[in-house]
Nanobody
Framework: QVKLVESGGGLVQTGGSLRLSCAASGRPFNNYPMGWFRQAPGKEREYVAVSTWSGGSIYYTDSVKGRFTISRDNAKNTMYLQMNSLKPEDTAVYYC???????????????????WGQGTQVTVSS
C-alpha cells in the first residue's frame, strides 16, 4: 500500500523559513514524478514544485521561484520542500503527491497524481 506522510508545517512570520518533508512508503519513488501542491481556503489546489524523477527535471510555479527548493533523498524515500522568504500569500495546506508518470504540462496537473498525503498546514503571519 502506497503511503505519503507530510510533516514540517507550522506558523511562521513573514520572511521566515520552513522545511516540509514527505516520507513515502509502499514502493521506491526515486523513478517516479513527485511534487508539492498547495490549497488555500476558497481556492483550487495548485502545483508548487515538481521533480519528474530523481535527478531529472524540476519545475516551480512562478510565485515561488527563487524562494522554494524541492529535493529528494532516495536512500530515505523522502522528498523535501525548503521554503524561504515566506509571504502571507504562501499560507495554505501543502500536499505531497506522486504519480506513475507524467509528461510536459501534465506534470503540473493535480489530476496526474495518483497518490496524495494528508497535507500539512503552513501559515505565514504578516
Amino acid at each position: 500500500q502506497v503511503k505519503l506522510v507530510e510533516s514540517g508545517g507550522g506558523l511562521v512570520q513573514t520572511g521566515g523559513s520552513l522545511r516540509l518533508s514527505c516520507a513515502a512508503s509502499g514502493r521506491p519513488f526515486n523513478n517516479y514524478p513527485m511534487g508539492w501542491f498547495r490549497q488555500a481556503p476558497g481556492k483550487e489546489r495548485e502545483y508548487v514544485a515538481v521533480s519528474t524523477w530523481s535527478g531529472g527535471s524540476i519545475y516551480y510555479t512562478d510565485s515561488v521561484k527563487g524562494r522554494f527548493t524541492i529535493s529528494r533523498d532516495n536512500a530515505k524515500n523522502t522528498m523535501y520542500l525548503q521554503m524561504n522568504s515566506l509571504k502571507p500569500e504562501d499560507t495554505a495546506v501543502y500536499y505531497c503527491a506522486a504519480a506513475t508518470l507524467c509528461s510536459g504540462y501534465a506534470c503540473y496537473a493535480v489530476d496526474t497524481y495518483e497518490f496524495w498525503g494528508q497535507g500539512t498546514q503552513v501559515t505565514v503571519s504578516s
